[in-house]
């Protein structure tokens, strides 16, 4: 039978410590480390701050693992516990994926414009590249940086793929693509291909943001729900433990197990329904040949 006891408590209360700790502890190696890293300009800082969130989020899993078992004694309660403390905060928390990729959409538009411009100026197409690197939008401007640097030594076309393999969108691709086409081809109509390329790619970014709102309440559903059934559990718990009596046994893990299954079916389908399918990408990176001799 679950039972909220001083133990239970006294070990939430251990594991709590114990966690704060260790997220404490990480937190400020990892501050050193990102400090350092922009001391050296040497790191990919991106990576850095993934694996900072992962290792701190990890805490957070171990800790909640451990509240659960010291409450319930359930090994199942456990593992859905260390389960929910990963996925939840990417499920329920904001679309930082759908945020970032709006960003690069509209940065792509910006961009185009500005190579659109310097061209008009007279200037080459490598030449427009290079001078756009250090005032392209931030959300893009490694990417930009890379391709001024290579694009001088390498074949145009191979770079570019490779741009728009690295900003990941479709409207990249069209981009590379025709900026490709004029460098093979000297295109006589490039300005307003790509004059046309910036207000598509523009629209596209204002069809996200409509899409974004409408499916904002599939997102505020699936708050709603997850948080009304937590509170459930936890009340259940701390006012009538005897309803979750059944749940000592091996059947009743088992079916605690084919419950959270369910819960995760169930909001995996409901994430899937908030995302938005730019289509597909029209350029890939090609594989390196391999010369044999």
Do not use: C
């Not at 025709?178 to 596209?204: F, K, M, P, V, Y």
């Not at 819960?263 to 994430?271: D, F, M, V």
Request: proline share 4%.
């Amino acid at each position: 039978m679950v039972r909220v006891t001083a133990a239970a408590l006294i070990g939430i209360a251990g594991g709590a410590a114990v966690g704060g700790g260790l997220w404490l502890t990480l937190n400020g190696a990892f501050a050193a480390v990102e400090g350092n890293a922009r001391e050296r300009k040497a790191l990919d800082v991106r990576s850095l701050l993934t694996d900072r969130r992962r290792a701190l989020r990890a805490v957070g899993v171990l800790g909640a693992a451990a509240a659960a078992w010291a409450v319930t004694g359930w090994p199942v309660a456990a593992l859905l516990a260390a389960a929910a403390a990963w996925w939840l905060p990417d499920l329920l928390g904001p679309d930082r994926e759908h945020h970032e990729r709006l960003e690069r959409i509209e940065a792509v538009a910006a961009w185009t414009e500005q190579v659109r411009d310097l061209m008009s100026a007279a200037s080459g197409l490598q030449s427009a590249i290079t001078a756009t690197a250090p005032i392209a939008p931030a959300s893009i401007r490694e990417h930009v940086v890379r391709l001024a640097e290579r694009i001088r030594t390498d074949h145009p076309h191979k770079t570019l793929t490779e741009f728009a393999e690295a900003v990941d969108t479709p409207t990249a691709d069209l981009v590379a693509a025709a900026l490709s086409n004029a460098a093979t081809r000297h295109a006589a109509d490039l300005g307003a291909l790509l004059s046309g390329l910036a207000e598509a790619t523009r629209e596209q970014a204002a069809m996200l943001v409509r899409v974004a709102a409408t499916r904002a309440r599939v997102h505020t559903a699936m708050r709603i729900i997850t948080a009304t059934t937590l509170a459930l559990a936890v009340l259940l718990l701390v006012f009538n433990p005897t309803y979750l009596a059944p749940y000592d046994g091996a059947l009743g893990q088992l079916v605690l197990a084919g419950i959270g299954a369910l819960w995760a079916l169930a909001l995996t389908w409901l994430a899937r329904l908030s995302r938005t399918d730019l289509g597909p990408r029209v350029l890939r990176a090609e594989p390196h040949a391999q010369v044999s001799t």
